[in-house]
C-alpha cells in the first residue's frame, strides 16, 4: 500500500474550501488476481484464487472521504475477473462498481483496469469479484472505511475483525454445473462442507480483560447464513451494513451471506477461563445435510493462554435477535410519501433445458450482450424506457430523487438474502415466515427503521423495502446466495439515465475491457446502435418447458436415462410421443440429449 502524493494537492484545496476533509488522502492498492493454495479447513490444500499470491485476501482500509485505487490485474490464466466493493455507494462512479455485465465488461487473462472511488460513508463492507459464481473460490474479503467522528467511540477500546464464510472443497465451475442441470431439476444448492471464521478455524483471540471491543463481523459466505455468538458474554449491535444502529443487546445474531454487524463486547475482568466464539450455519437453507457436516465453526477469546480451550456447548434452537427491530442511529424517518413501488414476485421453476433457475416476475435474469450502463449511456432519451435493456435484464428505471419501494413477495419456502448495490434502504416491513404476499392492511411500519444494503426475506412471505433515487448509476438488486444470483434471481436498477449521460465519462481501461472481450459497448442489451428498440439477437434465456411438463416427470425421465435399460426406456419416451403432445415429446427429446452430454 502506497500513499500517493496527490493528497497533499487534494488536501490543500479542501483545507481552502471544507477543512473538514483535509485529512483525505489516496489509498492505492496494486491487486494481481493469482492462483494459490490453501486449506482453510483442514481437509486438503485447494487451488483458490488470491491477492498477489495471498490468501486470505489483504483487507482494505480507508478513512471515511479518502480516495481508494485499486491497480487491478487479472493474472488468473483461464477466468476473467472483477471486483465489487460491496455496500460502497459509487456516488458519481457508478462504473466502478465491478458488476460484470451490468456496470462493466469483464477484465480478462492477462487484463489490467483501476478502480479509482471516494468513500463517503464509514463502517464494515468487504470485496469480491463480480463476475460467473466465481467469489467463492475465494476472490472476497474484508473493506473497512473507518469512521473518525464513531458515535460510539467513547465506548470501546479496541477494533477487532472476524469474516465469516462457508467452504467448498470443489470449485466454483465443477459445481455450477452439477447444479444448473438436467440431473438437478429440484435445484438444490450444493452444499458447503465446512464453516470458517477469519478463513480459518479454531483462532485464537488474545483480548485484554476487562476491555471493551468493537468486533466487526462480516459474512463474506457463498451461501450459508450463521448464527453467531459468544458464549458467556452479551454482544451490543451497533451497525449493520455500514449504518449505525442505536445500541441493541443481543445474545445471538443471523449473519446471512453478505451482511456485516459491528458489535461492543466487553470482556470480563476475570481471567479464569477462556471462552468460545461459535459460528453456526443455518441448515434451513440445504435440502439435504450429509451426514457428516459439521455446521459449526469456533473461535476462542483467550484470557488466559496457559487455560484450556472450552468446547462450544451444543444449543437445541436458536433464537437470534431479530434486525427489523433495529432502529437507525441517525433517526431518519420511514418515507412516507412513495413515488414508485416496484412488486417483485419470486418463485423457482425448471426451463427447458430441464434445469431449475430462479425469476423475479417471470424473467429469469441473463446477462445482455451490452452491459446495462453502457446501453443506458450510449441510447439516448430511450435509455428512460426499460425495454432497450432487454426482455431478460428485468430494468427499472428509476426518475431522480424520487421515493422508491419495492414489494418483494417471496413464492418460494426458501429464505433470501437481498442486496442492492449503490444504496442502503430501509427496511419498512419483514413478514413472518409463511405469510404470504405482501398485505398492506397487515404489515406494521416502525416510524424510524432498520436501514442496511443486505437483508433476508422470509420463506413464503414478504418484505418492504424503501430508498431515495439519490444516486445516478446502474445498480443490480439480486439475492447473494451466490446460486441463486447465477440462476437469474436478479433485477437492475437504472437510475436517471440522461443524467448519466451529461455527466458521466467512462475511462478508457474500462472501454478497453470490453474490446479485449469482445463484449459491445453501445447500444441497447442486443448491441444495435440504430434502432435501440430492435432486441433482435439479444441474449435470452433458455425456453420455458411445455406447460404440463414438470420436474417430477424430468425426475422420473433422469432415472430412466441413468439406467441400465437406457435405450429401451427411450424407446418408450419415444413410442409415447404420439398418444402425448409432439411439443412434449420434443421437449423430452432435448433432455434426453442434454442428459446424454453430461
Ligand atoms: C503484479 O504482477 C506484475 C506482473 O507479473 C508484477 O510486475 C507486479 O510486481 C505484481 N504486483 C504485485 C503487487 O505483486
Ligand atoms: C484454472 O486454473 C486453476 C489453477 O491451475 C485450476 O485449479 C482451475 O481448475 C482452472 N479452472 C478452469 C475453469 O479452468
Ligand atoms: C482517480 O480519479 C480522480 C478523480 O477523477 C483523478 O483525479 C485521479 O487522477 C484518478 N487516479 C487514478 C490513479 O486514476
Ligand atoms: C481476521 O483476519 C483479518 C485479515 O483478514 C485480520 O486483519 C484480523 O485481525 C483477523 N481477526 C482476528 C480476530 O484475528
Ligand atoms: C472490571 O473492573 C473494572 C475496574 O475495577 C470495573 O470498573 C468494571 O466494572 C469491571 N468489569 C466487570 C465486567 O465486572
Ligand atoms: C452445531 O451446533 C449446534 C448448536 O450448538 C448444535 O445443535 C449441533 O449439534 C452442532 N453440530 C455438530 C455437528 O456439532
Ligand atoms: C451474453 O452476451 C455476452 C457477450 O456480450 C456473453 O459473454 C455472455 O456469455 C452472454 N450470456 C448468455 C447467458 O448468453
Ligand atoms: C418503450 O418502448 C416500447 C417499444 O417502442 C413501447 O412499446 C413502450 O410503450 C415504451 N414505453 C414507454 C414507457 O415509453
Ligand atoms: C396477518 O399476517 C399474519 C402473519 O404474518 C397472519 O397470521 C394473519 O392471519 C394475517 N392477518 C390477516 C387479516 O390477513
Ligand atoms: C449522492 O450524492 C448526492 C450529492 O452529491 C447526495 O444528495 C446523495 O444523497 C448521495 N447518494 C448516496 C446514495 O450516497
Ligand atoms: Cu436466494
Not at 418460494?412 to 392492511?441: I, T
Not at 451529461?502 to 475491457?513: C, G, H, R, T, Y
Request: charged fraction near 15%.
Amino acid at each position: 500500500m502506497a500513499l500517493s502524493l496527490s493528497n497533499f494537492r487534494y488536501c490543500c484545496f479542501a483545507l481552502l474550501s471544507f477543512s473538514v476533509f483535509c485529512n483525505a488522502v489516496t489509498v492505492t492498492y496494486n491487486f494481481n488476481a493469482t492462483w494459490v493454495t490453501a486449506n482453510p479447513d483442514g481437509a486438503f490444500p485447494r487451488p483458490v484464487i488470491g491477492i498477489n499470491n495471498q490468501w486470505p485476501l489483504p483487507v482494505v482500509r480507508a478513512n471515511k472521504g479518502d480516495t481508494i485505487v485499486v491497480h487491478f490485474t487479472n493474472l488468473l490464466g483461464n477466468q476473467s475477473s472483477s471486483l465489487h466493493w460491496h455496500g460502497i455507494y459509487q456516488n458519481g462512479t457508478t462504473h466502478m462498481d465491478g458488476a460484470v455485465g451490468v456496470s462493466q465488461c469483464e477484465v480478462g487473462p492477462g487484463r489490467s483496469l483501476t478502480y479509482n472511488f471516494t468513500v463517503n460513508q464509514v463502517g464494515t463492507y468487504w470485496y469480491h469479484s463480480h463476475i460467473n459464481a466465481q467469489y467463492p473460490d475465494g476472490i472476497r474479503g474484508p473493506l473497512i472505511i473507518e469512521d473518525p467522528d464513531n458515535p460510539y467511540a467513547d465506548e470501546f477500546d479496541e477494533e477487532l475483525l472476524l469474516t465469516l464464510s462457508d467452504w467448498y472443497h470443489d470449485q466454483m465451475p465443477n459445481l455450477m454445473a452439477s447444479f444448473v442441470s438436467v440431473t438437478n431439476p429440484t435445484g438444490a444448492e450444493p452444499v458447503p462442507d465446512a464453516a470458517l471464521m477469519n478463513d480459518t478455524q479454531n483462532l485464537q483471540i488474545k483480548i485484554q480483560p476487562g476491555k471493551t471491543y468493537m468486533i466487526r463481523i462480516a459474512n463474506i459466505a457463498a451461501f450459508a447464513g450463521q448464527y453467531f455468538w459468544i458464549e458467556g458474554h452479551t454482544m451490543r449491535i451497533i451497525e449493520v451494513d455500514g449504518i449505525y444502529t442505536k445500541a441493541a443487546e443481543a445474545s445471538m445474531i443471523y449473519i446471512t451471506a453478505a451482511q456485516r454487524y459491528s458489535v461492543l463486547v466487553t470482556m470480563k475482568n476475570d481471567t479464569s477461563k477462556n471462552y468460545a466464539i461459535v459460528g453456526s450455519m443455518d441448515e434451513d437453507l440445504f435440502d439435504t445435510v450429509p451426514p457428516t457436516l459439521n455446521p459449526n465453526v469456533t473461535s476462542f477469546l483467550i484470557y488466559d493462554q496457559s487455560k484450556d480451550l472450552p468446547t462450544a456447548a451444543l444449543l437445541d434452537e436458536f433464537d437470534p435477535f431479530d434486525d427489523f427491530t433495529l432502529e437507525a442511529y441517525d433517526d431518519e424517518k420511514l418515507f412516507e410519501n412513495v413515488d414508485h413501488s416496484i412488486e417483485l414476485t419470486l418463485k423457482m421453476d425448471n426451463l427447458g433445458n430441464g434445469a431449475n433457475y430462479a425469476f423475479f416476475n417471470d424473467i429469469s435474469f441473463v446477462t445482455p450482450k451490452v452491459p446495462i450502463l453502457f446501453s443506458a449511456l450510449s441510447t439516448g432519451n430511450a435509455a428512460n424506457n426499460a425495454t432497450v435493456y432487454g426482455a431478460n435484464s428485468n430494468a427499472f428505471v428509476l426518475q431522480r430523487g424520487e421515493v422508491v419501494e419495492i414489494v418483494l413477495n417471496n413464492n418460494d419456502p426458501g429464505k433470501h438474502p437481498f442486496h442492492l448495490h449503490g444504496h442502503n434502504f430501509q427496511l419498512a416491513w419483514r413478514a413472518d415466515d409463511e405469510a404470504g404476499d405482501y398485505d398492506p392492511n397487515n404489515a406494521t411500519f416502525h416510524s424510524v427503521p432498520m436501514r442496511r444494503d443486505t437483508v433476508m426475506v422470509r420463506p413464503d412471505a414478504n418484505m418492504v423495502l424503501r430508498f431515495r433515487a439519490d444516486n445516478p448509476g446502474v445498480w443490480f438488486f439480486h439475492c447473494h446466495i451466490e446460486w441463486h444470483l447465477a440462476t437469474g434471481l436478479a433485477v437492475v436498477m437504472v437510475e436517471a439515465p440522461l443524467d448519466l449521460q451529461k455527466s458521466l465519462k467512462v475511462p478508457e481501461d474500462f472501454i478497453q475491457a470490453c474490446r479485449d472481450s469482445n463484449t459491445p459497448f453501445e447500444g441497447n442489451a442486443a448491441g444495435n446502435t440504430k434502432d435501440v428498440f430492435d432486441l433482435t439477437g439479444e441474449n435470452k434465456s433458455i425456453a420455458p418447458l411445455p406447460a404440463g411438463f414438470t420436474a417430477r416427470g424430468i425426475v422420473a425421465l433422469v432415472f430412466s436415462c441413468v439406467s441400465a435399460f437406457l435405450g429401451l426406456a427411450v424407446i418408450a419416451w419415444y413410442g409415447a410421443a404420439p398418444i402425448g403432445t409432439a411439443e412434449v415429446a420434443s421437449a423430452q427429446r432435448r433432455i434426453v440429449e442434454s442428459g446424454q452430454e453430461e
